[in-house]
């Protein structure tokens, strides 16, 4: 496959400074068009840049007011009010700080009864907003997006997902006994991500370094999820270690 020419690299010497950067982009974004549909992430990668986005909006640099955000993913059988789950991982590190309605901050739901129509809702709810105009990645040491673990077809949308080994372990950290990591999650697909205008993906540490290094040098394969993103026009992928 021949790999995209706008894939742009920005290197950072610090997770402040990835966290600053990235915080930019969303910024730029917000004063350029400020109903935009945001698309979001959980995990250690934003948590730097949700609190430079808080502090600029604090000192009333831009507005949430008329934007639109969904995140990327949920875990299945945990939800608002769960210290664990990504909804209160928003409220805390967000939508707590932020003038954004409450009726236009989206994630999926993993406490429906019915997952499959839940993820439907869910699609339907992106395309029906217009699309997403910015998409803000991390990356699992394994090439995962979202929570689209090796295997997904680069084709999918919205669905149920089975974490694994790997990815409950690494997620462990959030959680206090290994039975309370979900077995399953409800993620945006690879081909809700790459319906996205513009992406930003945040890769820190040196644990990361080998899925940078894949992502820039290694073939396109849904082994490997991450690398559909040299099939996108308008990826920035923010790194260092
Ligand atoms: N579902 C999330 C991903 O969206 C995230 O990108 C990844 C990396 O997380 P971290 O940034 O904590 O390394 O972890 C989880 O599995």
Known sequence: MIKSKMFQWIE????EQMSEIAATIFAEQLLSKPDSVLGLATGGSPLGFYKELVRRHQEE?????????????????IGPGDATSYHEFMNENLFRHIDL????????????????????????????????????????????IGFNEPGTPFDSRTHVIELTEATRQSNARFFDREQDIPKK?????????????????L???????????????????????????????????????
């Open 12 to 15: 950072v010497s610090s997770y």
């Open 61 to 77: 640099e831009f507005s949430f007011a008329r934007a639109t955000t969904f995140n990327l993913d949920e875990y299945v059988g």
């Open 101 to 144: 309605p409450e009726t236009r901050r989206h994630l999926p739901n993993g406490l429906a009864t019915d997952l499959d129509a839940e993820c439907s809702r869910y699609e339907k709810l992106i395309g029906e907003s217009g699309g997403i105009d910015l998409q803000l990645l991390g990356i699992g040491v394994n090439g995962h």
């Open 185 to 201: 999650a409800l993620t945006m697909g690879i081909g809700t991500i790459m319906a996205a205008r513009k992406i930003v993906l």
């Open 203 to 241: 890769a820190f540490g040196d644990n990361k370094m080998d899925a940078v290094e894949r992502l820039e040098n290694g073939a396109v394969t849904e082994e490997f999820p991450a690398s559909i993103l040299h099939k996108h026009p308008h990826v920035t992928v923010i790194y260092g270690k």
